[in-house]
């Protein structure tokens, strides 16, 4: 099982990021997938879930607006689209699966770091 992050990095306030999730050893689409973020000195904190099939997403509200969660279960990827970006914005994104039906199952990335700093 591998959940592999990427598309993190520095940007401005007001700038976008573009955060994939590449998935692999499990079956993808039977999994509610989901974005956390760690901030220094901070709890990892649920940002965005989307339900196996795409049909119904939610959000934090500091997020809400600004952020889009999305998923290809043909590539077996999510995404997270980041507009409008903020300082308080910056942490460290993790990807999380989280098997939908049956026993409890879930996975993480190892995360990938985003910054937004002038």
């Known amino acids: 099982v591998d959940l592999v992050e990427s598309g993190g990095g520095l940007v401005q306030p007001g700038g976008s990021l573009r955060l994939s999730c590449a998935a692999s050893g499990f079956t993808f689409s039977s999994f509610v997938m989901s974005w956390y973020r760690q901030a220094p000195g901070k709890e990892r904190e649920l940002v965005a879930t989307i339900t196996s099939a795409g049909g119904s997403t939610n959000y934090a509200d500091s997020v809400k607006g600004r952020f889009t969660i999305s998923r290809d279960n043909a590539k077996n990827t999510m995404y997270l689209q980041m507009n409008s970006l903020k300082p308080e914005d910056t942490a460290v994104y993790y990807c999380?699966?989280?098997?939908?039906?049956?026993?409890?199952?879930?996975?993480w990335g190892q995360g990938t770091q985003v910054t937004v700093s002038s």
């Open positions: 999380n699966a989280l098997r939908e039906r049956g026993a409890s199952l879930r996975y």
